[in-house]
């Protein structure tokens, strides 16, 4: 019972130091596409440390199945909506700036104008 | 047939995990109620598939690839975490296309999923087998980044 | 034996110990077994505490986190910027939630944030699509 609760102290001082981390990232990093790993990083090492801590204290219970559920939801969701995010500033013609120059063959056709089945 | 037994045996445990009353009869009738209105809806919708309940994908992701995910993910947490609390930031921003080999839909959904879900690389476009993925601080070339992810996500869609 | 100065203090320091506070100077003094009692209720109340206080520090750095997502949508340049922060901040919504939830012991809250979770992912993807296609309906306008 001991060992859990200071393992839950890890967890949640570890997940709130990542997500100050990521929000840092997010004030500091220079343009868009770099600030979306910013975000990345909270939505996933924040909160599954944080959520894990939590669920150390919870125990077996009914609880700790709701804390699993919203951790899955959050690993299905954030990926999607970031995933969403960059493909709809892309088509909207924000220029990711890059500091290696990418190969002529590297960006798509520029997917200007929604296509057809485009489901962002 | 199997995918609709399989979402119906999960909506029934979501609900009766996420009320927790396992023995008022009527919350327990108001609950399958919702179950049957919720599975007539999806069936009318056409997407109880293998894409709409992965069934034939088992407890496998759990299993086998979440903890490798994970383990991915703290790495490249670390990695991320070092750049951006570092005093002058060492980017190497760099967009590439890599090709994957999965067969079916959900397997792409799953590998550009993970690519998003490690931080650094954020996959911005799909097209056909092709992926489009910004990176942070991208040192690996085209061929190995995200080469055994590809190999795993492979490995779980292939065997049923 | 703990010299009889230190006696209130530990005293004060537990308020779980309250009872065995009242026994021993009822007698005069504590027994090894009084104190060993004490020590240990201490030692919970202790335990209770510091885990109270580390997640009362996880919630302040929610917060923060919060702050500055804030900061960056309205410094934002672009209307991405906006949805980035925006969207970083439901995340630690849902967090928060489950955080305090835990701090006043009133686990009912968690059903709130499983509801946060999947409407901040809504709301995000109906709001994307309205940026591509500039209405909510199926038929591009």
Redesign the interface.
């Known amino acids: 019972m001991i060992a859990l609760e200071i393992a839950s102290w890890f967890f949640l001082i570890a997940g709130a130091f990542f997500s100050i981390v990521g929000g840092i990232g997010i004030i500091r990093l220079p343009e868009f596409f770099s600030r979306m790993h910013g975000g990345g990083i909270t939505d996933t090492m924040g909160a599954g440390l944080i959520l894990i801590g939590l669920l150390c204290l919870a125990g077996p219970t009914l609880v700790a199945a709701k804390l699993l559920a919203i951790l899955f939801f959050l690993t299905i969701t954030s990926p999607s909506s970031c995933h969403a995010l960059a493909h709809s500033a892309l088509i909207h013609g924000v220029k990711p700036e890059l500091d290696v120059k990418p190969k002529p063959n590297t960006i798509m056709n520029p997917p200007y104008g929604p296509r057809d089945g485009d489901a962002s | 047939m199997r995918y609709a037994f399989w979402l119906t045996v999960a909506l029934i445990a979501t609900w009766l995990l996420w009320s927790g009353h396992f023995d008022n009869p009527f919350l327990l009738g108001l609950g399958a109620l919702s179950v049957l209105v919720s599975l007539y809806v999806s069936l009318r919708m056409k997407i109880v598939d293998e894409e709409g309940a992965p069934a034939q994908l088992g407890i496998r992701p759990f299993v086998f690839y979440a903890p490798w995910l994970a383990k991915e993910i703290v790495e490249s947490n670390l990695a991320v975490a070092k750049i951006i609390l570092s005093r002058k930031m060492k980017l190497k921003r760099n967009m590439i296309t890599i090709r994957s080999h999965q067969k079916c839909e959900l397997g792409r959904v799953i590998l550009a999923n993970s690519i998003t879900l490690t931080p650094g690389t954020v996959s911005v476009q799909m097209e056909d087998d092709k992926i489009l993925i910004h990176g942070l601080n991208l040192e690996e070339t085209e061929e190995d980044m995200s080469g055994e992810m590809d190999e795993r996500i492979c490995r779980l869609e292939k065997s049923k | 034996m703990i010299p009889c100065c230190m006696m209130p203090l530990m005293f004060a320091a537990s308020e779980a110990a309250g009872h065995v506070a009242h026994s021993a100077s009822g007698r005069g003094h504590a027994s090894s077994a009084d104190l060993h009692n004490m020590l240990n209720h201490s030692a919970q109340a202790f335990?209770l505490s510091?885990?109270h206080h580390?997640?009362m520090?996880?919630s302040?750095?929610?917060l923060?986190?919060m702050?500055?997502?804030l900061?960056?949508a309205m410094a934002g340049p672009?209307v991405?910027?906006r949805?980035?922060?925006l969207?970083?901040f439901g995340?630690?919504t849902?967090?928060f939630i489950?955080?305090v939830s835990?701090v006043t012991a009133r686990?009912d809250f968690?059903?709130l944030?499983?509801l946060y979770?999947?409407m901040?992912?809504i709301g995000?993807?109906a709001l994307?699509?309205f940026?591509?296609?500039r209405s909510f309906g199926e038929e591009?306008a």
């Open positions: 335990q510091a885990t580390v997640m520090a996880t302040a750095a929610v923060v986190t702050t500055l997502a900061i960056r672009t991405f910027d949805v980035l922060a969207n970083m995340t630690k849902v967090l489950c955080v835990f686990t968690l059903d944030a499983l979770s999947l901040n992912f995000m993807v994307l699509r940026t591509q296609y591009p």
